[in-house]
């Protein structure tokens, strides 16, 4: 039988983050998901991905709202909230990088994509960070957040989600293949539409890939998603799948399956200095 513990997200609730977590490392999973942990730490590129969200949402919110903010002001926003939520818990993960440069990073996405996307943009905003759900069954509910959801200027439903990464995803299950697609999927049927675009736009690189999602696609999205969903959920083996993330997995301290290089090993300390500090953060079985 698949565990409760004290996990924080409902358990008939899955995310495409839930699924591909189970998928990336079913240990890390069962410490986050089913034994209800928080990471120890939240890498830099998190924050970074968080904060450039949140000035995108500010932008379109301006637009509709009021009217288009300027570069300066969203620049200035890109600043404040950085310094604002900036804490102990963000790591910087690769030796040798140090924070700013990742507000510097930040500045420069948004300023392309300001200058470029934003400021050519004439689709009309339909949501921003929006929660969407589908049941699927009595037991798993497929729950996500679009970044954002638009019409074309001809009225075509989209969904674009936003990526601060350093590269461009690949079609695979776990990136293109899935989430916005599935984010459309649901879209569509909020909206009674049986077509639309999802996206996604790549920040660093200021490209946009889309694909159409039409009704037929949306039911099998939904209906392999339950699959992968149904999978996880009645999961009894939780092994460890070491490998490069585990650089940036908040439970690297104390899992004994953890491989960190020495060149990507920031969060590893923090996560040893906090664990030293606090060793009754994680009751840790030997399951
Ligand atoms: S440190 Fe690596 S192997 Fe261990 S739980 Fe995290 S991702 Fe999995």
Known sequence: MPETGNAPTPRNQFSFSRVKSYHQCP?????????????????????????????????????????????????????????????????????????????VTGREMLERFYRSTFHRDRSQTVALEQR??????????????????GRTETGRLFVVDYKTSKKEGDPSEFSEGLQAPLYAACAMRKNGEVEALAGYHYL?????????????????????????????????????????????CGFNAICPAAEVPAAFSGGLEKAREINNRTPSLFEVDSQ
């Open 27 to 103: 240990l890390r999973y069962r410490y986050r998901y089913l034994k209800g942990f928080k990471e120890v730490f939240r890498s830099i590129e998190s924050y970074l991905g968080s904060v450039v969200h949140d000035v995108l949402e500010w932008m379109y919110t301006e637009r509709e709202q009021r009217e288009s903010p300027s570069l300066e002001a969203a620049l200035q926003l890109l600043a404040d909230r950085w310094a604002d939520g900036f804490n102990d818990e963000i790591t910087v993960i690769r030796s040798g990088d140090c924070a700013d440069s990742y507000l």
């Open 132 to 149: 969407l759900n589908h049941t699927l069954s009595d037991d798993i509910v497929f729950t996500g957040f679009a970044d954002r959801i």
């Open 204 to 248: 660093r690189h200021e490209s946009t890939r889309w694909q159409s999602v039409d009704a037929a696609r949306a039911g099998e999205l939904l209906d392999r998603f339950h699959q992968l969903a149904r999978n996880v959920n009645s999961a009894t083996d939780f092994e460890p799948r070491p490998g490069i993330l585990c650089a940036w």
